[in-house]
């Protein structure tokens, strides 16, 4: 049974740069898509980013493009995600998810099929 285990969330000051890490660990791995999502308060989960293991393809959601980096290590069985210039908006719960098989909405939550449990990231001055 895989599980997966955020890393590296916490309390910051807006403007700097935090990296996340999400590590499978229990049994082999071998994903199609992992991911980030992130659930701020009083609001639904949204996707972040994207990548497809096999590639490191990457994917973005709007808000994450050009200030969020996703990449993964395949001998670690470790994603990361570098967040630049994070601000108030970022603060949130963010979720670490694995899709064992493709799909053409990796965006979707619904796609994936392995959680972690998320990590706290609270940006505030």
């Known amino acids: 049974q895989v599980q997966l285990t955020e890393y590296g969330g916490g309390s910051i000051q807006p403007g700097v740069l935090r990296r996340l890490a999400c590590v499978a660990s229990?049994?082999?791995?071998?994903?199609?898509?992992m991911a980030w999502f992130r659930q701020a308060p009083g609001k639904e989960r949204e996707f972040v980013s994207a990548?497809?293991?096999?590639?490191?393809?990457?994917y973005y959601a709007p808000s994450a493009k050009g200030r969020f980096t996703i990449s993964r290590e395949k001998p670690k069985d470790t994603m990361y995600l570098e967040m630049n210039r994070l601000k108030s908006d970022d603060t949130a719960v963010y979720y670490c998810?694995?899709?064992?098989?493709?799909?053409?909405?990796?965006?979707?939550?619904?796609?994936?099929?392995?959680w972690g449990q998320g990590t706290q990231l609270t940006v505030s001055s």
């Open positions: 229990g049994a082999t791995f071998s994903p199609y898509f």
């Open positions: 990548i497809r293991w096999r590639d490191a393809a990457e």
């Open positions: 998810a694995a899709a064992r098989s493709a799909s053409t909405t990796m965006t979707a939550a619904a796609a994936y099929d392995l």
